[in-house]
């Protein structure tokens, strides 16, 4: 009996461990924690609000966010829906000049046709690779995206259902790269410690259980 009891107790601890390894980077209220791209400085309420629990961008000229903190390991999830395109952007290097996807790939958000298994539909790896099986995909609800970055490797599941596993600066990365308009930005997507930012591309777009974990 005692046995038992140590170990339902261990799993307990250990569920109550993993639980709190996760790290809310939106807490439903304020835009504490996220930063303009513009100003490289604290997000101030404007096209971007906390809303009805999600990070919101609800009209023109909030410009594109990143958060305060950067990640080097991690795993990352959110929930989004759009009215039209937005992105999630991966290795944010704030130091960089120009556009923030200059340095940072982009995960693709977008409404689109629900079919279109291209980079550049929704969940894809924005001009670099695109689904090779159908994916599941709800153009006009919520969608998950999971992400998981460890020591340069990337795996990416959307909606449950694994997308995309590419390593930056292999030989597949790199050919990919340099077919690509990111050819012409020297250390696209090599900033180890970068932060995770979201693109303003006009269209209204919300995010929420926006959360990681450090591996």
């Known amino acids: 009996m005692k046995k038992t009891f140590l170990v339902i107790l261990c799993l307990v601890f250990s569920a109550t ?6 790290i809310s980077l ?3 209220k304020t835009l504490s924690g996220w930063n303009s791209w513009k100003t490289k400085s ?5 096209a971007w609000k906390a809303e009805e629990g999600s990070l919101s961008l609800t009209g023109k ?3 594109d966010i990143y958060t305060a903190e950067a990640f080097e390991n991690y795993e990352f999830e959110a ?3 759009t009215t039209g395109n937005s992105g999630i952007l991966l290795r944010v290097d704030p130091s960089s000049t120009g556009a923030i ?33 159908k994916k599941v995909f709800d153009p006009n609800g919520w969608n998950m995206v999971k992400i998981r970055c460890e020591n340069h490797r990337f795996q990416i599941w959307f909606n449950g259902k694994k997308a995309h596993d590419f390593t930056v600066g292999s030989e597949d990365w790199k050919s990919r790269v340099a ?7 020297p250390g696209f997507g090599e900033t180890k410690l970068g932060h995770i930012g979201f693109q303003d591309h006009g ?9 990681i974990r450090k591996l």
Not at 42 to 46: I, P
Not at 109 to 114: L, S
Not at 179 to 185: H, I, L
């Open 42 to 46: 604290a997000l101030v309420e404007g």
């Open 101 to 133: 996807w200059h340095r940072a790939p982009e995960m693709q958000v977008d409404k689109g046709n629900p079919d279109a298994l291209k980079s550049t539909s929704a969940g894809g790896l924005y001009a670099l690779y695109d689904f090779t099986e």
């Open 26 to 28: 939106f807490d439903g």
């Open 61 to 63: 000229g909030g410009g």
């Open 203 to 211: 269209a209204r777009v919300q995010y929420r259980n926006i959360r």
């Open 17 to 22: 461990a993993s639980a709190e390894d996760w």
């Open 179 to 185: 077919k690509s308009k990111f050819r012409k930005y």
């Open 79 to 81: 929930e989004w829906k």
